[in-house]
Structure formats: C-alpha cells, structure tokens
C-alpha cells in the first residue's frame, strides 16, 4: 500500500497515493468530490462536449482501492454528483456498479452543496459524520478539531527534477484534514489561495498524490 501517515486528534491515518484516506482502526476508507457525472451536467447546460467516460474511470479507481484496502466502511465526502440531475442520469450499468460496490459496507453519502439531497443509490445520507475523534463533513468549518473535509479541491506544487509538478494534494495541520478531489473531471485550487492561508495553521503540510505521496510544508506565499 503507497501510503503517507500521519496523525489528527489522535487517530492514525494513512493518505493514499490515489487521493483516497484511509483509517485502519475504524477499517473506513474516505474519498471527497467524486462528481460523478460531470460531463453529462456540462452537456445538460450546453457546454463543451467531454468524453463521457469520467465516471467509470472514477469507479474503477475506488474500486482499487476497496479491494487494496479491504474497507468495512466508506464515506463519501460531498459532491459525490455533479448535481442531482447527473446521479439521476447515471446509466443503469453504472449504477449497479456503485450497488456492488456497497454490499457488505457501510456506506456514508455526505452531503455537498452539488449534491445536497438524498440520492436513491443505497447507503445512508447525512450531513455530517461524528466518529471519535474525527469528524467527516464537506465544508472545513473555523475553530473546529479533527476535522475531516473536502470541497476545495486542493493542489499543490514542488519542485522534481528541475521542473514545477502540480497534483492533487491532502492538507493536514493539528486540527483539520482537507482531502483532495478524487474524480477525474475536477479542477484543483492552489494552496496558495487566501481560502487555505485562512484555515490552516503555520505548521500545514500538503502531500501531493501521485505515484509516490510526496509530503512538504504547504505552499502558502501569494505568486
């Protein structure tokens, strides 16, 4: 298993190299901003055609990590859907795709705000998960402790061999974890941006996924 670990509010956590976290004591596998059906959504609303293969390719991936990981439970941390519309239209072989998936698990949607609604894919819908000492919701929220979200999308660059690598990345200081996006059609938001230099403390760390999560001080100053 290519793994980072760390620990937040006690809890030993291991940040995959495929964007995913996973938590061997709770045996609980967490991947954030799936946005399944993101090229279905665009073409919806007239926007530019994509190949309409994101969904599988994101499935395939979580898929690995089940079978790497053995996880008894899984949370989905928000924006899971592009928007209600794109888990309505998901085809049929897709969704019996994501039921094979939960059999034997838990199964924990957390909502988003491109997804703020039940969806009728199994599992269970909540708007936050407590589990000592961790707690899994979408949006970080300030002045909180052993916070897990996502929504940010966070990347992060470093310098490898003489030139500039930018990938997806995990934020973690004391008090927060904000996870990557895990779906293949999402964007990124640098860490450089204000929204993180607001919530995460000096001491943060990013750690870039990739073929080996690589772990550095964030990356905070403006450009």
């Not at 491109?114 to 919701?137: K, W, Y």
Request: net charge negative; with cysteine.
């Amino acid at each position: 298993m290519n793994t980072y670990d760390f620990t937040l509010a006690g809890a030993q956590l291991k940040a995959l190299n495929t964007g995913a976290l996973w938590w061997p004591d709770e045996q609980l596998l967490c991947v954030s901003d799936l946005h399944l059906g993101k090229s279905e959504r665009i073409a919806r609303r007239g926007g530019t055609s994509l190949p309409p293969y994101e969904t599988r390719d994101t499935l395939t991936r979580l898929a690995a990590d089940l079978a790497l990981t053995h996880a008894r439970t899984v949370v989905c941390l928000g924006d899971s859907f592009d928007d209600l519309g794109a888990a309505l239209a998901l085809p049929e072989e897709e969704r019996l795709w994501i039921s094979r998936l939960q059999t034997g698990r838990r199964w924990v949607w957390i909502e988003g705000n491109h997804d703020p609604g039940p969806v009728d894919l199994g599992g269970s819908h909540l708007a936050e998960l407590p589990l000592a000492p961790l707690t899994f919701r979408h949006i970080a929220e300030a002045g909180t402790s052993g916070e897990v979200s996502g929504h940010y999308h966070p990347k992060a660059s470093v310098a490898l061999g003489g030139r500039t690598v930018t990938r997806p990345a995990f934020l973690y200081d004391s008090d927060r974890l904000i996870l990557p996006a895990y779906g293949t059609y999402t964007g990124g938001l640098n860490t450089r941006d204000e929204a993180f230099r607001a919530l995460m403390r000096a001491e943060a760390c990013a750690v870039l996924t990739g073929k080996t999560p690589i772990a550095i001080p964030m990356p905070r100053t403006p450009t």
